[in-house]
């Protein structure tokens, strides 16, 4: 999977993982289907080699309408790691981490909001397109309908 690595197929770590780190958190934000506002402080540093020229470094700002912001970049901890006034919630494919930890056991409400759970996305994504059903599509909003 090397091509990633090369401008001319790919985009790198950030559009590798780029699609779905920020995709959990907006999942959790609840703006999958209206994205940010405004994306500001982008950086980058591009890899010198000229076969593997992608860049090596990124950090931007993902400024949404409720004023969260987004940060993406790869100096933080991989995942999604949501940031309250009484702790934080960290998340990856296959992980979770809170503090406090009591968090990771706590039961979710029947009032609460219940998201969506794919554990075959490529199923998931087939019966989305043969039942136009997008709202529980993997890639699109992943809240009850």
Known sequence: MNFRWILDYSG??????????PDIAQWGMNTE????????????????DKLWNTATDFYFE???????KLIVSNKERGGVTFE???????????AIDANPKSVV???????????YRSDNHFRN???????????????TARRPT
């Open 105 to 115: 056991d706590s039961v979710i409400g029947p009032a609460e909001i219940h998201l």
């Open 33 to 48: 289907s209206t994205g940010p506002l405004e994306i500001r402080n982008g950086k980058g540093t591009f890899a010198k």
């Open 125 to 139: 994504f087939s019966d989305c397109v043969i039942s136009r059903k997008g709202r529980t599509c993997w890639f």
């Open 12 to 21: 790198g770590q950030l559009t590798d993982w780029g699609g779905h780190h």
């Open 84 to 94: 309250g006034s009484d702790g934080w919630v960290w998340v990856t494919r296959g």
């Open 62 to 68: 993902a400024i949404y309408r409720n004023g969260v």
